[in-house]
């Protein structure tokens, strides 16, 4: 059974950081690639950063380059997403998602992240 289990979200003070994980089961994790996405009320979900199945190419949305970065840890199957210097834009939950070409692709539960004063 796949699963994708994000955690580490939270209401946080603008300017403040998190650090979001997912942790992957039941499929080849290390041969996808994994981005994170975000939906905030009313808006439609949109990227966020995402990373290659071997860590060596990153890119970001304009919106959170050099605050945000993603990492991830093949051996323990899990992706990051660490947010710094976070804005009350930033409010939204936080989806991760695995993909592969020509195979299936895979989407977690989401975690709520609210920044707020």
């Known amino acids: 059974q796949v699963q994708l289990v994000e955690s580490g979200g939270g209401l946080v003070q603008p300017g403040g950081s998190l650090r979001l994980s997912c942790v992957a089961s039941?499929?080849?994790?290390?041969?996808?690639?994994m981005s994170w996405y975000r939906q905030a009320p009313g808006k439609e979900r949109e990227l966020v950063a995402d990373?290659?199945?071997?860590?060596?190419?990153?890119l970001y949305a304009d919106f959170v380059k050099g605050r945000f970065a993603i990492s991830r840890d093949n051996a323990k199957n899990t992706v990051y997403l660490q947010m710094n210097s976070l804005k009350s834009e930033d409010t939204a939950v936080y989806y991760c998602?695995?993909?592969?070409?020509?195979?299936?692709?895979?989407w977690g539960q989401g975690t709520q992240v609210t920044v707020s004063s």
């Open positions: 039941g499929f080849s994790f290390s041969s996808y690639a």
């Open positions: 990373i290659t199945s071997g860590g060596g190419r990153r």
């Open positions: 998602y695995g993909h592969r070409s020509g195979f299936s692709d895979y």
